[in-house]
Nanobody, 115 residues
Framework: QVQLVESGGGSVQPGGSLRLSCAASGGIFNIYVWGWYRQAPGNQRERVATTTSDGSTNYVDSVKGRFTISRDNAKKTVYLQMNTLKPEDTAVYYC?????????WGQGTQVTVSS
């Protein structure tokens, strides 16, 4: 059974940093895409950053230059380093993987940016 476990969320002041982690387990093969998404109250879930098996990365414009996605294939873990956080980054952050057997989501981790 595929399981994604996220960690690293929390509360931080504007300008601060957080690092999210998402560890995958349970018979996962051929992960094509790792991604981070977020959903703020009243908003649709949006894609924040993705990284593919060929190493390419993609970011939503609002986080470019502030967030960095990376992964450790051996550990089946993806990370999201978030710097210079803003109040508008407040949301539940979800990781998602896309494999030959389909797509899987984590349970989400809350990130709150507030003074």
């Amino acid at each position: 059974q595929v399981q994604l476990v996220e960690s690293g969320g929390g509360s931080v002041q504007p300008g601060g940093s957080l690092r999210l982690s998402c560890a995958a387990s349970g018979g996962i093969f051929n992960i094509y895409v790792w991604g981070w998404y977020r959903q703020a109250p009243g908003n649709q879930r949006e894609r924040v950053a993705t990284t593919t098996s060929d190493g390419s990365t993609n970011y939503v414009d609002s986080v470019k230059g502030r967030f960095t996605i990376s992964r450790d294939n051996a550990k089946k873990t993806v990370y999201l380093q978030m710097n210079t956080l803003k109040p508008e980054d407040t949301a539940v952050y979800y990781c998602k993987i896309t494999t030959t057997r389909g797509a899987y989501w984590g349970q989400g981790t809350q990130v709150t940016v507030s003074s």
